[in-house]
Every structure is written in C-alpha cells, then in structure tokens.
C-alpha cells in the first residue's frame, strides 16, 4: 500500500505562490493532485504519469498557465508549484497515486487512483 503525506499548504493573499508536495512510501509512476472546496465534489488539479524516457501531464483548465506539476523520483516526492492564486483556488489540496503501470496522458477522475493523502488546506484571500 503507498502511503501519502501533503505539505505546504497555507493562508495567502490573491496573487501569490504557494508550492505543495506530497512524500510517497514507494514510487508510483501515476500521481495526481486534487482539491475539494466546502460543498463541492472533489475536482482533478493536475497529473502526471511516467513511462521509462516519456513522461506526461494533464491540467485542468482553471490551472491551466498558473500550476505546475513535477516529480523527484529520487525520494518519491510530488510537487504542485502554484503561481499567481486565485479566491477560488481556496480548497483542500489532495495528492494521489495509482497502481497503473500504463503509459500516456494521466486522466484526472478519483477513479483511477487507489491512494490519497490526507490533505492540506489552501485559503486565499482576495
């Protein structure tokens, strides 16, 4: 079972940066972040996937231009760098990991990842 464990989420203002990462027990060649504001359902952010020398991404159109998604595979280590946020960015950020070994473009539905982290908390302010 892969164990996930987020940081780096915060209070900030509009307009600002925050970069989260998300330290995995093993690696996983998918991987994915994703956020649930209150009263909504929880929504993909961006993903990755790997495949030997390939590598793959996928953003939501919100985040499109503004977040970034990237990997250390030496220490299993997620990132989700996040430029200029907005109010409506304010949510609970998840991080994920896949058991798929399939190559091509990480898609951004809950189903296809089996583990999550716990979560931290992104407020922005306007």
């Known amino acids: 079972q892969v164990q996930l464990v987020e940081s780096g989420g915060g209070s900030v203002q509009a307009g600002s940066s925050l970069r989260l990462s998300c330290e995995a027990s093993v690696f996983s060649a998918k991987m994915a972040w994703f956020r649930q504001a209150p009263g909504k359902e929880r929504e993909g952010v961006a993903g990755i996937n790997t495949f030997g020398t390939f590598k793959w991404t996928n953003y939501a159109d919100p985040v499109k231009g503004r977040f970034s998604i990237s990997r250390d595979n030496a220490n299993n280590t997620l990132y989700l760098q996040m430029n200029s946020l907005k109010p409506e960015d304010s949510a609970v950020y998840y991080c994920?990991?896949?058991?798929?070994?399939?190559?091509?473009?990480?898609?951004?539905?809950?189903?296809?990842?089996?583990?999550w982290g716990q979560g931290t908390q992104v407020t922005v302010s306007s």
């Open positions: 994920a990991a896949s058991d798929s070994r399939r190559s091509g473009r990480p898609t951004l539905g809950t189903a296809e990842f089996a583990y």
